[in-house]
Each structure stands twice: as structure tokens, then as C-alpha cells.
């Protein structure tokens, strides 16, 4: 089984930058899609951005589009999320998670990390 930790969360100020990590172990070469959530405080969980472990294509929510970017380092089994322009409407926690093939990008996620919180302050 895959297990995610993710690092890089903190306090930002609107329009600032922070660079989310997501480290996997296990059996990674299942891994088909890594893909970042979010849930803030009262809301549903939110489905933030996805990339192809295989062909590297990737996925984003429209209100983070030009915005973030989702990359991963296969070398290093690890997922990353960079955060520019950030927004007050950004501040959640911050799940990575894991998947095969099934289900296309966004949802059916059965591996997730434990969450790292980013706060952005206005």
C-alpha cells in the first residue's frame, strides 16, 4: 500500500507563494494519479489539481488555474504543489492522495496524507 506524508504548509500573506510536498513510500508503481484537496473550515472537501504519474498530463480546479501547479518527481516519489498569488479563499488543509487508473482524475482517491494546513492571511 502507498503512504502519503504531506510538508509545506504554513502562514502566507495573500499574493505570496508556498510550495507543498507529498512524499509517497510503499508500492508506488500502482500509483496512477497523485492529485491534491483541500478542505476549509465548514466546506466539503475539494478536489484541487491532478497530474498522470505515467504520461504527465494534468488536472486543475478552475479557481486555481494560473495559479498553482502540480508537479512530481518520480526519482524522489514525490508529489509537489506550487501556490502563487494566493488567496484568502485558499486556506484549508492540504491533502495529497493516491489512486489507480480507475475512475479518471478527479475522484475515487483511496490513499490520502494526513494534511498539512496553509493559512493565508488578508
Known amino acids: 500500500q502507498v503512504q502519503l506524508v504531506e510538508s509545506g504548509g504554513g502562514l502566507v500573506q495573500a499574493g505570496g507563494s508556498l510550495r507543498l510536498s507529498c512524499a509517497a513510500s510503499?508500492?508506488?508503481?500502482?500509483?496512477?494519479?497523485g492529485a491534491w484537496f483541500r478542505q476549509a473550515p465548514g466546506k466539503e472537501r475539494e478536489f484541487v489539481a491532478a497530474i498522470n504519474l505515467v504520461g504527465s498530463n494534468t488536472y486543475y480546479t478552475a479557481s486555481v488555474k494560473g495559479r498553482f501547479t502540480i508537479s512530481r518527481d518520480n526519482a524522489k516519489n514525490t508529489l509537489y504543489l506550487q501556490m502563487n498569488s494566493l488567496k484568502s479563499e485558499d486556506t484549508a488543509v492540504y491533502y495529497c492522495a493516491s489512486k489507480g487508473p480507475g475512475g479518471g482524475p478527479v475522484g475515487h482517491y483511496d490513499t490520502w496524507g494526513q494534511g498539512t494546513q496553509v493559512t493565508v492571511s488578508s
Open positions: 510503499g508500492r508506488t508503481l500502482s500509483t496512477y494519479y
